[in-house]
C-alpha cells in the first residue's frame, strides 16, 4: 500500500499541552501535505512539505520530514478545544494522486 | 468564497438505482478528483481527472463513472449501486498542490 501510516490512532490531550502526531509511508516523494477533518466534514489542507525540506511551520503547527526514515511529523502547540478533530497525512509520489493514511484523532479537553 | 460544493450532501438509496453525485468548483482548477471514505481504510481515490475531456481511474473505480464536460463540473455517477458502495464520499480540487474539498456526500445503499 501507498498509504501514509499515522501514529497514534488516537490522542487525547488537555488544553494548553502539545500534540505530536507521526507519520510513516513507504515510497518516495514529492512532497508529504497534513490535512484536518473535523468529525464528518470535508478535509482541511494545513500545510504542504516538499522531498527536499525538513522543518515547517504555520502558526501553531511545526511539520518535520525525514525522508530517508520516510516520516513525518506534525506538532500542535499550545492546543485548544477548537483543534479536536481527525488528522491526517498525505503523500504525492507525482502520480495524480494523493495517498491518505487512516488518521489520528486528536481530542483536546477543555 | 473559494469553494467546492457537492450535492446531495446525503441520500439513501436501494440497489441498483443509478444516481449522480455532483461536483461544482469555482476556482478555475484544471485537477479534479473524487474520493471515498471508509472506516479503517482512510480515504481512497476514485477517478480524477486532469483537465476537460481527460479523465482517469484511481484506486477503487469499479462501479463508478465520472465525466468532465466543463471545468467546474465532475459529477459522480454509479450506475448500479450496490450495498459495498455505501460510503463517505468527497470531491477535491486543486491548486498549487493542495487539496480543496467539498462537505461530503453521505451515501447508504440498501
Known amino acids: 500500500s501507498q498509504q501514509g501510516e499515522e501514529d497514534p490512532q488516537a490522542l487525547s490531550i488537555q488544553e494548553g499541552e502539545n500534540a505530536t502526531m507521526n507519520c510513516s509511508y513507504k515510497t518516495s516523494i514529492n512532497n508529504l501535505q497534513w490535512y484536518r477533518q473535523n468529525s464528518g466534514r470535508g478535509l482541511v489542507h494545513l500545510i504542504l512539505i516538499r522531498s527536499n525540506e525538513r522543518e515547517k511551520h504555520s502558526g501553531r503547527l511545526r511539520v518535520t520530514l525525514d525522508t530517508s526514515k520516510k516520516s513525518s511529523s506534525l506538532l500542535i502547540t499550545a492546543s485548544r478545544a477548537a483543534d479536536t478533530a481527525s488528522y491526517f497525512c498525505?503523500?504525492?509520489?507525482?502520480?495524480?494522486?494523493?495517498?491518505f493514511g487512516t488518521g489520528t484523532r486528536l481530542t483536546v479537553i477543555p | 468564497e473559494a469553494q467546492v460544493t457537492q450535492n446531495p450532501r446525503y441520500l439513501i438509496t436501494v440497489t441498483g438505482k443509478k444516481l449522480t453525485v455532483t461536483c461544482s468548483q469555482n476556482?478555475?482548477?484544471?485537477?479534479m478528483s473524487w474520493y471515498r471514505q471508509d472506516p479503517g481504510l482512510g480515504l481512497r481515490q476514485i477517478y480524477y481527472s486532469m483537465n476537460v475531456e481527460v479523465t482517469d481511474k484511481g484506486d477503487v473505480p469499479e462501479g463508478y463513472k465520472v465525466s468532465r464536460k466543463e471545468k467546474r463540473n465532475f459529477p459522480l455517477i454509479l450506475e448500479s449501486p450496490s450495498p459495498n458502495q455505501t460510503s463517505l464520499y468527497f470531491c477535491a480540487s486543486e491548486g498549487t498542490g493542495e487539496l480543496f474539498f467539498g462537505e461530503g456526500s453521505r451515501l447508504t445503499v440498501l
Open positions: 476556482m478555475n482548477h484544471e485537477y
Open positions: 498525505a503523500t504525492d509520489p507525482g502520480a495524480n494522486n494523493l495517498f
